[in-house]
């Protein structure tokens, strides 16, 4: 087992139990979660600071300083992230996750002159279907789950510790329940956030799915607009000439249903079924098609 995260037991075979392994997992998260905190704390002691410094230093030596100190602090981060990397993968036994650096050549095609970040690439190998948010909902299987588990920790420790366990657990699911019932958990770190929030803001790229598969493909917007005006080049499209074309395509449907109507062809209640309202023009847009060369899009029309 590890020494970095070192517990006296009263029992020492629970040391190969998944309990134990569990708790020094709960245990590294702690430590992260606090290095976290105390570096946002250093930060904004930090930008303070320069701000202070900027006062009193030329520009140049002020970029200068705010220059080595960003520098410091990312060789402080770098160091943290892999020793709490080698930290995981010495608990784990092997690699901790997915292996982002083989399945990013499979789930990402990026196309476009912009450069995807690590966590940007970490947070799009996620996927189309991953929950950024997720809410609990059923608490009675919430609170199943934790008795049941709770139950498996009572042959391996006394039968008062047991019950002091089970008092201490009651209390902290009842108040988790009552903070989440109302609540959204976030399942994303802070950083995949701002990365989340860069890349919704970066107006240059397109992000859209491949036409078969679940894979994300990026291009350059101007990249994009020049294939789909490709497309709308052919025969099968037709420019419209006004903002009012479906309105008055939808005038005209309308009263042919209603001549139809005059005629006894249909009754009353079906008049109203086929009568359009409210209609708006379809939108088109393309699916690139990532196992193909040069990535052609796969022209759609929705109407919904």
Same mark, same amino acid.
């Given at each position: 087992?590890?020494?970095?995260?070192?517990?006296? !037991?009263?029992?020492?075979?629970?040391?190969?139990?998944?309990?134990?392994?569990?708790?020094?997992?709960?245990?590294?998260?702690?430590?992260?979660?606090?290095?976290?905190?105390?570096?946002?704390?250093?930060?904004?002691q930090a930008s303070l600071i320069l701000?202070?410094?900027?006062?009193?230093?030329?520009?140049?030596?002020?970029?200068?300083?705010?220059?080595?100190?960003?520098?410091?602090?990312?060789?402080? $981060?770098?160091?943290?992230?892999?020793?709490?990397? %080698? /930290?995981?993968? /010495? @608990?784990?036994?092997?690699?901790?996750?997915?292996?982002?650096?083989?399945?990013?050549?499979?789930?990402?095609?990026?196309?476009?002159?912009?450069?995807?970040?690590?966590? %940007?690439?970490? @947070?799009?190998?996620?996927?189309?279907?991953?929950?950024?948010?997720?809410?609990?909902? #059923?608490?009675?299987?919430?609170?199943?789950?934790?008795?049941? #588990?709770?139950?498996?920790?009572?042959? $391996?420790? $006394?039968?008062?510790?047991?019950?002091?366990?089970?008092?201490?657990?009651?209390?902290?699911?009842?108040?988790?329940?009552?903070?989440?019932?109302?609540?959204?958990?976030?399942?994303?770190?802070?950083?995949?956030?701002? +990365? !989340?929030?860069?890349?919704?803001?970066?107006?240059?790229?397109?992000?859209? /799915? +491949?036409?078969?598969?679940?894979?994300?493909?990026?291009?350059?917007?101007?990249?994009?607009?020049?294939?789909?005006?490709?497309?709308?080049?052919? %025969?099968?499209?037709?420019?419209? #000439?006004?903002?009012?074309?479906?309105?008055?395509?939808?005038? %005209? !449907?309308?009263?042919?249903?209603?001549?139809?109507?005059?005629? #006894?062809?249909?009754?009353?209640? @079906?008049?109203?079924?086929?009568?359009?309202?409210?209609?708006?023009?379809?939108?088109?847009?393309?699916?690139?098609? +990532?196992?193909?060369?040069?990535?052609?899009?796969?022209?759609?029309?929705?109407?919904?």
């Open positions: 087992m590890p020494t970095f995260v070192n517990i006296r !037991l009263w029992k020492p075979s629970l040391k190969n139990s998944e309990q134990y392994k569990s708790l020094q997992r709960q245990c590294l998260l702690r430590e992260f979660d606090y290095k976290q905190k105390h570096a946002r704390k250093l930060e904004k701000i202070d410094l900027e006062k009193h230093l030329s520009s140049l030596d002020y970029i200068n300083v705010k220059k080595s100190c960003h520098e410091s602090a990312c060789r402080v $981060h770098c160091k943290v992230m892999s020793t709490h990397q %080698e /930290k995981l993968e /010495k @608990l784990n036994r092997g690699p901790v996750g997915q292996n982002y650096d083989e399945i990013k050549s499979k789930l990402i095609h990026n196309i476009s002159s912009y450069t995807l970040s690590k966590t %940007e690439e970490r @947070l799009l190998c996620r996927g189309w279907d991953f929950c950024i948010e997720n809410k609990i909902t #059923n608490f009675l299987d919430f609170e199943t789950d934790i008795e049941f #588990n709770a139950m498996k920790i009572q042959p $391996h420790c $006394h039968e008062s510790v047991f019950r002091l366990l089970c008092r201490q657990i009651h209390n902290a699911s009842q108040q988790l329940m009552r903070t989440s019932k109302y609540k959204k958990i976030s399942n994303l770190s802070d950083e995949e956030l701002a +990365a !989340l929030k860069s890349l919704k803001s970066n107006n240059n790229i397109v992000i859209c /799915k +491949a036409d078969k598969g679940n894979c994300i493909v990026i291009l350059d917007k101007d990249s994009y607009i020049k294939k789909a005006e490709e497309i709308l080049k052919g %025969e099968q499209f037709q420019a419209v #000439n006004h903002n009012k074309f479906h309105q008055e395509r939808e005038e %005209e !449907l309308n009263k042919y249903i209603f001549s139809l109507f005059k005629e #006894n062809i249909i009754d009353k209640k @079906l008049r109203h079924q086929l009568q359009s309202t409210c209609s708006s023009i379809s939108v088109f847009y393309g699916l690139p098609k +990532a196992h193909k060369n040069g990535y052609p899009l796969r022209p759609i029309i929705s109407t919904i």
